[in-house]
C-alpha cells in the first residue's frame, strides 16, 4: 500500500467513503428499521463535524476522492449544510453527494447545493401513497416534494432508489420508469439485502432483478448505459431518452471484485464491508488525542481488514445491524 493510496488485501484501491452521519430516521422502512425502535446512539458519542472532518481529510491524504452523507437520514442531524461546506474545501474531495429519503429536502435543497453538494440519491419505494405508508410509515407527498425542490435547485443527476419487493411494489416498476422518464430522474433498482432481522424479514419479498431486467425489456429499448458515480449500480439507458436505469443485485450477481468503499457510522467505527462486520473504532483514538498521522495509521491499519466480499447468501443470518447503522 503507498503513501497516498489505500489498496486493500485483494487489490481493490478505495478512493469512496460513504458518511453516516446519524443512525436516526424520520422513517421506518420495512426491510431496514423495525417500528418502534429507539435504541440510537447518544449523541455525546457522534463524532463533531469537527472529528468528522479531521478523518475525512485523512481519507483524503490517503486518496479517497468521493464522499457520499448518509444516515439514518442525514437531514435528521441539524446543521448539514455546514459539514457538507466543510467537506468540499478538503483538498482531494473531487465529489460531495447525500443519500436521503427527501422528506426533509424541500427546505433545505439550495443550502445544500450551495455548500457543495452537487448529486443526490432519494430513496423512493411507491408512487401510490397508500404502499408508501405501508414500505416506510410516512407520506409520499413529503418526498415529491422534496425531489421537486432538488430538481428546483438544480442537482443533477437525481438518482431515484427503488428496492422492489414481491408482493408489495414490484407491479410499480413500469410506473416507476414512466414517473423517472418524466421528470428527468436516473433510477436505480435495488435488491433486498439481509441486513439485521428487518433486512431478512425482506428478503421473503426477494426479487431477482435480472428478471425485472428481462421484463422491462419487453416494453423499452433497452441499451448498454453507463453513469457518473462510483457506486456498483450496473446500468442500461432507454433509447431515445435520456433515462438510465441501474442494477444494484447483491444477491443475484454480486460486484464484490470492484468494490472500492468502506463505510464511517456516527460513532466513529469504519466498517470495512457492508456483509462483514471486520471494523476499527476511531473515536477512542480521536478522543484521546491522537495524531492526524495516528488517523491515517488507524485507516490503513482498517484496510488491511476488508474483507473480499459478502456472504449475504451462504450466511445471511451473519450480519446483525441495520442498514441505517451503516447507511447503505
Ligand atoms: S458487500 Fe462488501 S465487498 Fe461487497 S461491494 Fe459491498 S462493501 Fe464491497
Same mark, same amino acid.
Given at each position: ?22 443512525? &436516526? ?59 457538507? &461546506? ?176 468502506? &463505510? ?22 480521536? &478522543? ?41
Amino acid at each position: 500500500m503507498s503513501e497516498t493510496d489505500l489498496t486493500d488485501p485483494f487489490g481493490r484501491r478505495i478512493e469512496y467513503v460513504r458518511v453516516s452521519v446519524t443512525d &436516526r430516521c424520520d422513517l421506518r422502512c420495512s426491510y431496514c428499521m423495525p417500528r418502534g425502535f429507539r435504541d440510537f446512539e447518544e449523541p455525546e458519542d457522534w463524532l463533531t463535524f469537527d472529528e468528522l472532518e479531521r478523518v475525512m481529510a485523512a481519507f483524503a491524504r490517503l486518496g479517497t476522492r468521493r464522499i457520499r452523507l448518509t444516515g439514518g437520514e442525514p437531514l435528521v442531524r441539524r446543521g448539514l449544510p455546514v459539514l457538507a &461546506r466543510q467537506l468540499s474545501a478538503l483538498p482531494g474531495v473531487e465529489d460531495i453527494s447525500l443519500s436521503t429519503n427527501a422528506t426533509r429536502l424541500a427546505r433545505s435543497a439550495t443550502e445544500l447545493r450551495d455548500a457543495g453538494i452537487r448529486r443526490i440519491n432519494v430513496s423512493l419505494d411507491s408512487l401510490r401513497p397508500e404502499v408508501f405508508k405501508q414500505v416506510t410509515g410516512g407520506k409520499l407527498e413529503k418526498v415529491l416534494d422534496g425531489l421537486m425542490a432538488a430538481k428546483a435547485a438544480g442537482f443533477h443527476p437525481i438518482k431515484i432508489n427503488m428496492v422492489v419487493m414481491a408482493g408489495v411494489n414490484e407491479d410499480e416498476v413500469e410506473d416507476m420508469v414512466r414517473f423517472c422518464l418524466e421528470h428527468g430522474f436516473t433510477l436505480r433498482f435495488i435488491e433486498t439485502m439481509p441486513m439485521g432481522d428487518t433486512g431478512r424479514e425482506a428478503i421473503g419479498h426477494f426479487v431477482d432483478l435480472q428478471k425485472v431486467k428481462a421484463r422491462l425489456a419487453k416494453r423499452f429499448e433497452l441499451l448498454p448505459g453507463v453513469m457518473p458515480g462510483g457506486g456498483p449500480a450496473r446500468y442500461v439507458k432507454v433509447a431515445g431518452s435520456d433515462l438510465h436505469i441501474g442494477f444494484i443485485t447483491p444477491i443475484s450477481q454480486h460486484f464484490c471484485a470492484t468494490c472500492n468503499r468502506v &463505510r464511517l457510522s456516527v460513532d466513529g467505527t469504519i466498517y470495512t464491508c457492508l456483509g462483514n462486520e471486520h471494523h476499527l473504532e476511531l473515536r477512542p483514538r480521536l &478522543r484521546a488525542g491522537c495524531s492526524d498521522a495516528d488517523i491515517e495509521d488507524a485507516i490503513r491499519e482498517a484496510i488491511r481488514l476488508k474483507p473480499e466480499r459478502h456472504e449475504f447468501n451462504e450466511k445471511p443470518e451473519k450480519i446483525v445491524r441495520f442498514m441505517s447503522m451503516t447507511g447503505g
